[in-house]
């Protein structure tokens, strides 16, 4: 008959089994056979300490050591060993002593503090204005496209009569040196049959010189000198035909060609730009 006896598993440790062996009556079938049992030497079971005990192992009073039924037992280092830092050399010495009224330098230490935070300021400002001055001047044009932002043209060069082409910002220039004829001709038109109405004195700051982008106002194609219905400009991509003055006279283009904004430095140049 085998009797076991058993505790909870919080209790396992101190667990304790009971054997006992009744004979059944029954012959065995064969001889007995002795059997030689080697001695085995186990290692000990964990000893039950309490807290006093563990208290009492442990070799420092720093140490916490606690036991419980319900939990297993724990052995807890406090670490006192580390070292805390001091910070007395970033300290203010009005303010170092626990006894100090820091109402007497609190006038110094705001003075430094607002110091501080203005030198910082005016700092991030000249940094900010300078990242956006980059920032734009690094949108503005470049130097090539700079030195054609003005041309200077010699009107010696151009006859009377004659257009000449040049090129200005990417597009093409017309300078006309007009004959009396075509100025009286252009300054005798009705403004008032023109599709665009401007008077030719409007359009010319010298009667004789006229100056002209020289692109279409329909779809920007460019014009042929000299040509078309009324002697001046004509546009052979879509019939538009502009008279000595550039004014639009017949076909699709709504406006007259476009006057840039140029100076007569004297009598024998002009500055377009």
């Known amino acids: 008959m085998l009797g076991f006896v058993a505790r909870s598993s919080n209790l396992s440790q101190l667990t304790k089994a009971t054997t006992q062996t009744v004979p059944l009556g029954v012959k065995a079938a064969g ?69 100090a009224d820091s109402r007497e330098s609190s006038g110094k230490r705001q003075s430094f503090s607002y110091l501080i935070v203005g030198s910082g300021a005016v700092g991030g400002a000249y940094a900010a ?21 003005r041309i200077e043209v010699k009107l010696a060069d151009i006859p009377e009569g004659k257009n000449v082409t040049f090129k200005w910002r990417g597009k093409p220039l017309f300078i006309r040196h007009r004959t009396g004829a075509e100025i009286e001709a252009e300054q005798s038109v009705d403004v008032g049959s023109l599709r665009d109405p401007q008077h030719d004195s409007e359009r010319a700051q010298k009667p004789e010189w006229l100056v002209l982008l020289g ?14 219905d009324f002697g001046g400009y004509y546009c052979p991509c879509h019939g538009s035909h502009y008279d000595a003055s550039g004014r639009i006279r017949k076909g699709p283009a709504p406006l007259n060609l476009e006057i840039p904004v140029h100076t007569f430095v004297d009598e024998s140049t002009l500055v377009v730009g």
């Open 31 to 99: 001889a007995p056979v002795s059997v030689v049992r080697e001695k085995v030497i186990a290692p000990a079971g964990p000893q039950q300490l309490t807290s006093s005990s563990l208290a009492a192992s442990l070799p420092t009073k720093t140490i916490r050591a606690t036991f419980s039924l319900t939990a297993p037992s724990q052995v807890r280092f406090a670490h006192t060993d580390i070292p805390v830092p001091d910070f007395a050399d970033y300290r203010r010495k009005d303010v170092m002593a626990s006894d």
């Open 129 to 149: 204005k300078t990242l956006v001055t980059d920032f734009v001047s690094s949108m503005s044009a470049s130097a090539d496209v700079l030195a054609m932002a």
């Open 215 to 228: 692109v279409c106002t329909h779809l920007g194609c460019v014009p042929i000198a000299n040509a078309g």
